[in-house]
T-cell receptor, first 114, second 105 residues
């Protein structure tokens, strides 16, 4: 099993450009999450999904959109990138149910917006 | 809104020392997650606990639900334990800012 994978691993964007980050998991998990991690701050939840076709806002959703068309994939989109979105982005998944809070993380995507 | 505080923010120890990292939170929870973030950035799960104590090798995690406090202990610390340790009282998916541990040989 690959677990949780993220593509790309690195990306540099110019202000105003758009991009999509892909998260894929092969553990048949119901729940998927997108976080951002900034220096000196903890992981902050951007959006999450409790199942195929569902999405919900987290703590810092502004400037991002997500989609979960297939259970194994969770996409994070930036429609018009801003320098404030320079960060490391982590995707995670969890089985839900009794193990709701046990999350498995992807390797991260380092995004720089100039 | 769950406020999460970890202490200390940074910790340097000599190899072999006993390490304690603390996590306090403000809202009642049903479970708490301890994570380890390697110097390369990868994040792995260490413990998920809802009461009492759990042990895995040299790592021990304890939680006091009434006092809204959890601790992570590392016995006989080793340089390979150097990492950022993150607690997540995950009722609302909030994480502590992490404790950066450096263990010197």
């Amino acid at each position: 099993n690959a677990g949780v994978t993220q593509t790309p691993k690195f990306r540099v964007l110019k202000t105003g450009q758009s991009m999509t980050l892909l998260c894929a998991q092969d553990m048949n998990h119901e729940y998927m999450y997108w976080y951002r991690q900034d220096p000196g701050m903890g992981l902050r939840l951007i959006h999450y999904s409790v199942g195929e076709g569902t999405t919900a806002k987290g703590e810092v959703p502004d400037g991002y959109n997500v989609s979960r068309l297939k259970k194994q994939n969770f996409l994070l989109g930036l429609e018009s990138a801003a320098p404030s979105q320079t960060s490391v982005y982590f995707c995670a998944s969890s089985p839900g149910g009794a193990n709701l809070y046990e999350q498995y993380f992807g390797p991260g995507t380092r995004l720089t917006v100039t | 809104k769950n406020e999460v505080e970890q202490s200390p923010q940074n910790l340097t120890a000599q190899e072999g020392e006993f390490i304690t990292i603390n996590c306090s939170y403000s809202v009642g929870i049903s479970a708490l997650h301890w994570l380890q973030q390697h110097p390369g950035g990868g994040i792995v799960s260490l413990f998920m606990l809802s009461s009492g104590k759990k042990k895995h090798g040299r790592l021990i995690a304890t939680i006091n639900i009434q006092e809204k406090h959890s601790s992570l202990h590392i016995t006989a610390s080793h340089p390979r334990d150097s990492a950022v340790y993150i607690c997540a009282p995950s009722q609302d998916m909030r994480f502590g800012a992490g404790t950066r541990l450096t263990v010197k040989p």
